[in-house]
């Protein structure tokens, strides 16, 4: 943990409302489940001597307990997965959206451009001699989401007397379009606290949720039959597991069918190529750590579907996998022991890689061979295969288009008609203040700036770059001095602050509301131990799967599972696995 969050945490044996006895049982419980049920992450760990190394795992950063979480909030947050799927889907075939947002945050932001770029080549070279672009723009898409929330009550500290009664209200954080992670071991912590809360619910554990229940819904606060079902107190159950292979099975079924390619072809040819069946190819990060989060998908994949999964780099991909111009299909080239070349076709590609400009070492220059993750990149995006995300879902989740999306009428445009007006009116509700920076920044925009500058107000924003993964925020005293270092003040001739002009630099940020989500006690676990404990906030993550063909029809849209993130109220960024906060799920009330 940052040295931040330390100053929030206390001495593990002295637990308010918890015994110590009732403590080590709640360990001891946990440490065996993760073990059990893979609730764990991967650690490198090099062979001394040699140049092999070995995976070992350990109980992944949770959360000991539940957090205490509105029902109607959760419900909403369900409720908005498919009509923000939706959105997406419309963003990424708006390619004149895209540019004119965009057009200021690619000249400041290389990785961000060349996303854009790559996009503007594939999907909006309209020329009818282009036969490249074909198979990508008639290919199925793929999107697993997530869209993060925080409870916001617009005011600070409030909702910690049990006399209060304090609406909160859910505001989204983000909305992730690329390697929506921690699915599969989100649920695994689900089922965790479900065991945890009904098995020791009644040896010293309630009266601990009994009172994080109260700081986050004061005297509203009921207390009726613990289970989790309909209308009870208790942990849900998330359906991630399930709903997020049914998506990708959609479309690999879709794939599989458009082709004529049966599910279990094996065939060998007399040229010596073994043919199997189809598999989604996983894009995954050469020194990846989250791997059991992305086994448990796989793994899900083949018990629900008997579809196979292939992981590989980018680096990989552009040593190993072919596109045949043609067809559009993409094949990965191996040969085995037998010098028999083992060709196995791609009929889903599903990045949980590419999202940083750190997934692409050798830079951006294609034009010399040289920059290989991006070539790999551009070949997968070109073939028939179906994206999870293709490049245009990539570039709806970045943070300038959010911020853009909050503007009125911004997210009517993609829904018309009296039948759709309430989606965009639904959807609006989660929006949080976000300002712009860029040239486009209006009167608005401008007096939030003017917030931060000279009324103290830093607390009340967050600075926000084009980056997924957390770590990149800008907080208190760091944003007002990036905004100070990248503004030049007129002073008129009173000595007061006249005017404002922001430098082009800032066009790769968004300014952002800052949410006040309500206080609890947590106890937090990093690397089986107890971390400390102390009073945390949470973020709760609701998944989304849509899967749509080239012209735009949507095939599939539900929501698919949930999650919820943890940390010390002291600590400002949130990423699990940046090393900021842990796994939890929502005990709702």
């Known amino acids: 943990m940052t040295p931040s969050s330390t100053t929030s945490s206390s001495s593990s044996s002295s637990i308010p409302h918890l015994s110590s006895t009732t403590l080590t049982n ?16 991967q650690q490198q760990k090099s062979n001394e001597g040699t140049t092999t190394s070995s995976a070992s795992y350990i109980t992944a950063p949770i959360s000991l307990l539940p957090q205490a979480y509105p029902r109607t909030q959760f419900q909403h947050g369900i409720t908005l997965s498919t009509p923000f799927n939706v959105l997406v889907d419309r963003i990424s075939r708006n390619g004149r959206f895209l540019q004119d947002t965009l057009r200021g945050v690619r000249d400041v932001d290389e990785f961000t451009g060349m996303l854009l770029t790559l996009y503007e080549q594939i999907y909006l070279n309209h020329d009818d001699d282009d036969d490249m672009n074909v198979h990508a723009k008639g290919a199925d898409r793929l999107g697993i989401l997530r869209s993060d929330y925080m409870l916001h009550s617009g005011t600070k500290n409030q909702g910690n007397d049990d006399n209060d009664i304090v609406e909160y209200s859910i505001k989204q954080v983000e909305l992730n379009t690329i390697a929506s992670s921690f699915a599969g071991l989100a649920s695994s912590v689900a089922k965790l606290h479900g065991f945890l809360t009904r098995r020791m619910g009644e040896e010293g554990l309630q009266e601990f949720l009994d009172v994080n229940e109260r700081a986050v819904m004061g005297s509203s606060s009921a207390t009726d039959v613990v289970g989790g079902g309909e209308g009870e107190r208790g942990v849900p159950t998330s359906l991630a597991m399930i709903r997020l ?8 079924d879709r794939y599989c069918a458009r082709f004529n390619i049966g599910k279990n072809s094996n065939n060998n040819n007399k040229d010596a190529v073994a043919i199997s069946q189809p598999v989604i190819l996983f894009v995954v990060q050469p020194n990846e750590t989250n791997t059991v989060d992305q086994r448990l998908l796989e793994f899900a994949l083949w018990d629900n579907h008997e ?6 780099s980018l680096g990989e991909i552009h040593k190993h996998v072919t596109l045949d111009e043609a067809s559009g299909r993409l094949n990965i080239q191996n040969t085995n022991d037998g010098a028999v070349v083992v060709q196995q ?16 070492p050798s830079g951006y220059n294609t034009a ?33 288009v959010q911020q853009e999306l909050a503007r009125r009428g911004a997210v009517e445009q993609f829904f018309h008609g009296d039948e759709e007006a309430g989606v965009a009116a639904q959807i609006r509700t989660a929006f949080a203040g976000l300002y712009s920076l860029g040239a486009d920044a209006n009167e608005e925009d401008m007096e939030a700036v003017k917030d931060v500058l000279f009324n103290d107000a830093q607390g009340q924003y967050v600075l926000k770059p084009q980056r997924e993964g957390g770590g990149y925020n800008y907080y208190g005293e760091n944003l007002a001095n990036k905004l100070k270092e990248n503004c030049t003040i007129t002073v008129d001739d009173d000595g007061n602050n006249n005017d404002v002009t ?9 300014l952002m509301e800052r949410l006040f989500p309500p206080q609890q006690r947590a106890i937090l676990l990093r690397n089986g131990q107890v971390e400390g404990t102390g009073m945390s906030i949470s973020e709760l993550g609701c998944f989304g799967a849509i899967v749509s063909s080239g ?12 999650l919820l993130r943890t940390k010390f109220s002291g600590v400002d960024e949130g990423g699990v696995a940046s090393g900021f906060a842990t796994l939890s799920s929502p005990y709702l009330c």
């Open 26 to 41: 709640l360990v001891d419980y946990t440490i065996s489940f993760s073990a059990a049920n893979g609730l764990q992450v």
């Open 245 to 252: 292979p049914a998506a990708m099975a959609v479309a690999y």
């Open 307 to 312: 579809i196979p999964v292939v992981r590989m």
């Open 345 to 360: 076709e791609v009929a889903v590609v599903y990045f949980r890689a590419g999202y940083a400009p750190t997934d692409y």
């Open 368 to 400: 010399d061979g040289s920059g290989i993750e991006w070539l790999a990149r551009e070949r997968l995006e070109r073939g028939c295969a179906a994206k999870c995300p293709n490049l245009g879902y990539h570039l709806a989740g970045t943070k300038k």
């Open 502 to 510: 922001l430098s082009p630099d800032l066009s790769e940020f968004i």
């Open 551 to 562: 012209d735009g029809e949507v095939v599939h849209n539900e929501y698919a599972g949930f």
